[in-house]
């Protein structure tokens, strides 16, 4: 199964009205951002424990460590969890500005230096969300 697929088959395994929301996301980060890398994280480690929720992602970001090693990860990605959904933003290196440069606009969410969550898309301004995809793939 391609990564497509993946992201398809975790979408439509989720209870509505979530997965419709999931879909819009997806379809947001698509028409938003229309060449990027497609990730599906299923949130098991390498010995197949679930350590995670699993997350669909998007575009590509290198994240650098401490002691010079590099990892390719996703700039934008989001999952379902048990409160809604969240959307995590990575490449800005300032850890206050999505809340302090989003948070009001947003809506009713939680923002943190990487994390948008959310119980129902009704709750944010989706017009906002789709601002911070398009500043964060310009990075």
Same mark, same amino acid.
């Given at each position: 199964?391609?990564?497509? +697929?993946?992201?398809?088959?975790?979408?439509?395994?989720?209870?509505? %009205?979530?997965?419709?929301?999931?879909? !819009?996301?997806?379809?947001?980060?698509?028409?938003? =951002?229309?060449?990027?890398?497609?990730?599906? &994280?299923?949130?098991?480690?390498?010995? #197949? /424990?679930?350590? @995670?929720? %699993?997350?669909?992602?998007?575009?590509?970001?290198?994240? /650098?460590?401490?002691?010079?090693?590099?990892?390719? *990860?996703?700039?934008? $990605?989001?999952?379902?969890?048990?409160? $809604? !959904? @969240?959307?995590?933003?990575? $490449?800005?290196?300032?850890? /206050? *500005?999505?809340?302090?440069?989003? #948070?009001?606009?947003?809506?009713?969410?939680?923002?943190?230096?990487?994390?948008?969550? *959310?119980?129902? &898309?009704?709750? =944010?301004?989706? +017009?906002? &969300? +789709?601002?911070?995809?398009?500043?964060?793939? +310009?990075?």
């Amino acid at each position: 199964m391609n990564t497509e +697929e993946k992201i398809n088959q975790y979408i439509a395994s989720q209870f509505e %009205p979530k997965r419709s929301e999931m879909q !819009i996301l997806d379809n947001l980060i698509k028409q938003t =951002i229309t060449e990027c890398k497609l990730w599906f &994280l299923d949130g098991k480690d390498n010995e #197949g /424990k679930v350590v @995670s929720n %699993p997350n669909i992602g998007y575009g590509l970001h290198t994240i /650098k460590y401490k002691d010079g090693t590099t990892k390719e *990860f996703y700039k934008i $990605g989001f999952n379902a969890n048990t409160t $809604g !959904i @969240s959307v995590y933003i990575f $490449g800005i290196e300032d850890k /206050k *500005f999505l809340a302090e440069t989003y #948070g009001k606009k947003l809506g009713k969410a939680s923002v943190t230096g990487y994390c948008i969550k *959310f119980k129902t &898309l009704k709750d =944010i301004n989706i +017009e906002v &969300l +789709e601002e911070i995809i398009r500043y964060v793939n +310009e990075l």
